[in-house]
């Protein structure tokens, strides 16, 4: 019994052994044969309640198995879906990165043409800044003029006021000396009346009564002078009081007219100051604004020498302050000032070439050429003129009958130019009241 339970045993043994070497990742399974061994061993081997555990194991065992095997499926798929999403993460990306060079390159290019524009923006505003600068240079020299000027004026009135104090006190002196001297006089006259008197009257006493009806009419005669004295000395002072009186008037009316000259002084500065905050207003508005007017309009094809109306186009390089109006050919000026055109044709072959710049329906200028066979077949002609317009005039290039011009859409030989020289003083005017408005 032992020995046939140890060979059915080792028999088992090895084929359990055999089946373990095909490796870690592969599901075992045990074939009929095997599990009938097994059992056969077991039943051989190990008491009933033994094999009712062994049971129990291999089933817990099989569990394990199915779940081990439904876990690997599950990562396999899941491996398969993370792999398939990595590829179209990258394919993404790939797509990204592509957008994102595009990206790089416009950014490159917008960056380069916005570095022109802000160099040639730079340019423009460092010329003006240095002509404002010089502009307001010269503004601050002549106010620093006007105020060495008004300082200086200033200056003589205050001497001249200064003189005036000083003689008027020089003669109120001499005048409380005058009073002075004429107070001492009388004093000394009514002392000497006195003392007269007093000898008098003792030489009345000593005479006798009869000198008194003499004495009475030197006394009377004494009041009479003294009256007429206090009446001297009263018409005296009236007159000193009226002298000073004068002469406060006069220093008072001196004050009063260096203070309207100083008002006048004063209103004038305030005038040249709201002068001065104009005139910056204007050079500000100038700043902000742009009196260039031009355009340059070119034809892409043929004219077949209809004739007898206004040249069209087909194109411009530049219309700044948009005047040119290309379906009608008119240009409507929108600044008036000095302006300079230029009209450029190539003549068709062996045809004539009549046209004229007009200005409000009159001829201005003229272009002709006439072509010979026994010369050439083509030729270049232009005309170049500069004449005074005004806001509104109309100027148009004008085919007479007969024109045939050569033009192609690689090759534009006819080119109508017109460009603003000058603005006019009716536009800077027009601009300096706008500005002062503001």
């Given amino acids: 019994m032992t ?23 592969e599901t075992w399974v045990e074939d009929e044969e095997a599990v009938q061994l097994r059992r056969s061993v077991e039943t051989q081997l190990f008491p009933s309640w033994h094999r009712i555990t062994t049971d129990k194991m291999e089933a817990n065992l099989a569990a394990t198995f199915d779940a081990g095997n439904s876990f690997n499926s599950k990562l396999k798929d899941t491996l398969e879906g993370l792999l398939g999403a990595n590829n179209e993460r990258k394919a993404e990306i790939d797509a990204l990165r592509g957008d994102h060079d595009q990206l790089k390159k416009d950014h490159d290019a917008l960056e380069n043409t916005t570095t022109r524009e802000n160099d040639l923006r730079k340019n423009e505003v460092k010329s003006l800044e240095e002509r404002t600068a010089k502009d307001n240079q010269s503004r601050i020299t002549d106010i620093a003029k006007l105020d060495g000027k008004l300082d200086s004026e200033n200056n003589a009135r205050k001497e001249e006021i200064k003189a005036l104090d000083g003689w008027a006190k020089g003669e109120n002196d001499a005048r409380k000396t005058e009073i002075a001297n004429i107070k001492n006089f009388a004093e000394t006259e009514n002392d000497a009346r006195k003392t007269a008197i007093a000898n008098l009257d003792n030489f009345a006493k000593s005479e006798n009564d009869g000198r008194k009806a003499d004495i009475a009419a030197l006394g009377a005669r004494a009041d009479a002078e003294a009256a007429a004295r206090d009446g001297e000395d009263k018409a ?10 004068d002469r406060e008037a006069a220093v008072a009316e001196q004050q009063a007219r260096g203070d309207s000259q100083n008002e006048e002084r004063i209103g004038d500065i305030d005038a040249l100051k709201t002068k001065m905050m104009q005139e910056n207003a204007f050079l500000k508005s100038l700043s902000g604004k742009t009196l260039g007017v031009y355009f340059n309009a070119y034809r892409t094809k043929a004219y077949d020498g209809g004739g007898e109306e206004n040249l069209t186009f087909q194109g411009t390089y530049c219309n700044v302050g948009g005047g040119l109006d290309t379906d009608t050919g008119i240009f409507t000026c929108p600044t008036g000032g000095t302006y300079m055109f230029q009209f450029h044709i190539a003549t068709h072959d062996n045809k004539k070439a009549l046209l004229s710049i007009r200005k409000n329906g009159e001829e201005i200028a003229s272009i002709f050429d006439q072509n010979h066979k026994d010369n050439h077949k083509n030729s270049m002609a232009g005309q170049n003129i500069i004449m005074d317009v005004k806001r509104g005039d109309e100027i148009v290039v004008y085919a007479y009958t007969g024109t045939w011009l050569a033009d192609f ?27 002062e408005e503001l």
């Fill in 3 to 25: 020995c046939a339970g140890g060979s059915a045993y080792a028999a088992w043994e090895a084929g359990h052994a055999g089946s373990s070497d095909r490796g870690s990742t």
């Fill in 409 to 435: 859409p690689m090759n534009h030989y006819t080119h109508w130019v017109g460009l603003l020289l000058k603005p006019s003083e009716e536009e800077i005017e027009a601009l300096r009241k706008t500005s």
């Fill in 236 to 245: 005296l002072s009236e007159r000193i009081s009226k002298e000073v009186s």
